[in-house]
């Protein structure tokens, strides 16, 4: 069985694209928003395991966009794992 976990991550600018290259690494992620200093969303992607490698360039080139008109933001990121059963 599997749960989704959200993690928030307080990034500047200049990191954000580093941070989201790192967790797309990492794999099992189901969703990224990108939050402003007030917490409101400017960019929600929906992820699946197909879409990944297509994300990578039109999307990043968009985040880069945000990344320089954000100074400081939250990038919220929901994930699944699996549920062990012990």
């Given at each position: ?41 400017l960019i929600d992607i929906p992820l ?39």
């Open positions: 069985m599997e749960t989704t976990r959200t993690e928030e991550f307080e990034f500047n600018g200049d990191t954000l694209i580093a941070k989201i290259k790192e967790l797309l690494h990492e794999g099992n992620i189901r969703r990224m928003i990108i939050k402003n200093e007030e917490g409101r969303a699946t395991v197909g879409i990944l490698g297509t994300l990578v360039a039109p999307q990043l080139a968009a985040l880069g966009a945000i990344a320089a008109l954000v100074t400081k933001g939250t990038l919220v990121v929901e994930k699944e794992e699996e549920e062990n059963s012990g």
